[in-house]
């Protein structure tokens, strides 16, 4: 239930950055699309490398990895791998841009007087 939750939360966050088609968004959300991606990439290759340093001394030893250890290792990494975008874009969403004022101050200031 709460993972229901913070994934709506997200995406709502997000405006449905990532559940939009390419062909949807204008050039801003696709730019910031494609930054959160790329976050999201590096950030999902640098865990890889840790999660291989990690494991990587247990190959040596006599002991070898339990398949327990080696499958909660990866089930960990595809699914850091599968929510990284969506978090990377929540935490690096940028503000919409402000709307442009409808009413200018000139008309405003020509009706009170």
Known sequence: MAWCFVTGALNLATH????????VLDER???ERGRAFVLAH????ALHLAALL??????????AISVRTLAGTVLVLLVAH?????????L???D???EEL????????AGEG
């Open 42 to 45: 590096r950030t999902s290759l």
């Open 96 to 98: 919409e841009p402000a």
């Open 29 to 31: 959300q696709h730019a």
């Open 92 to 94: 690096s969403a940028l």
């Open 82 to 90: 599968w929510l990284l975008p969506l978090w990377a874009a929540a």
């Open 54 to 63: 990690w494991l990587l001394p247990a190959f040596g030893d006599e002991e």
């Open 102 to 109: 409808t009413e200018e101050p000139a008309e405003r200031s």
């Open 16 to 23: 449905g950055l990532l559940e939009l088609r390419a062909r």
